[in-house]
């Protein structure tokens, strides 16, 4: 799964728009993005939905709220879980 971290809803949508564009979906399978804030707190997901290739926003579990940054501990874990969340809404 591709997965990338934003500060706007309207970039991640433009980000996930393109990426299904390019056919990321057939490639690499769900696009999905996360918008955090300064304090690294999802505020807003949504991942691409495969028939319609619409975003759709979603409302994460609370364990998924927090996003360690890259290469800080627990970033891996938070990835593999984000892509089990988008998995399922699929």
């Given at each position: 799964?591709a997965?990338?971290v934003?500060?706007?809803?309207?970039?991640?949508?433009?980000?996930?728009?393109?990426?299904?564009?390019?056919?990321?979906?057939?490639?690499?399978?769900?696009?999905?993005?996360?918008?955090?804030?300064?304090?690294?707190?999802?505020?807003?997901?949504?991942?691409?939905?495969?028939?319609?290739?619409?975003?759709?926003?979603?409302?994460?579990?609370?364990?998924?709220?927090?996003?360690?940054?890259?290469?800080?501990?627990?970033?891996?874990?938070?990835?593999?879980?984000?892509?089990?969340?988008?998995t399922?809404?699929?």
């Amino acid at each position: 799964m591709a997965t990338q971290v934003f500060r706007s809803a309207d970039k991640a949508i433009e980000t996930g728009r393109t990426a299904v564009d390019e056919s990321a979906l057939a490639d690499d399978g769900p696009v999905g993005a996360v918008v955090i804030n300064a304090a690294r707190q999802a505020v807003w997901a949504c991942y691409f939905n495969d028939g319609t290739w619409a975003p759709e926003e979603t409302t994460l579990p609370e364990d998924l709220r927090a996003v360690p940054a890259t290469g800080e501990d627990g970033h891996d874990d938070w990835l593999h879980r984000w892509d089990q969340y988008i998995t399922r809404m699929l």
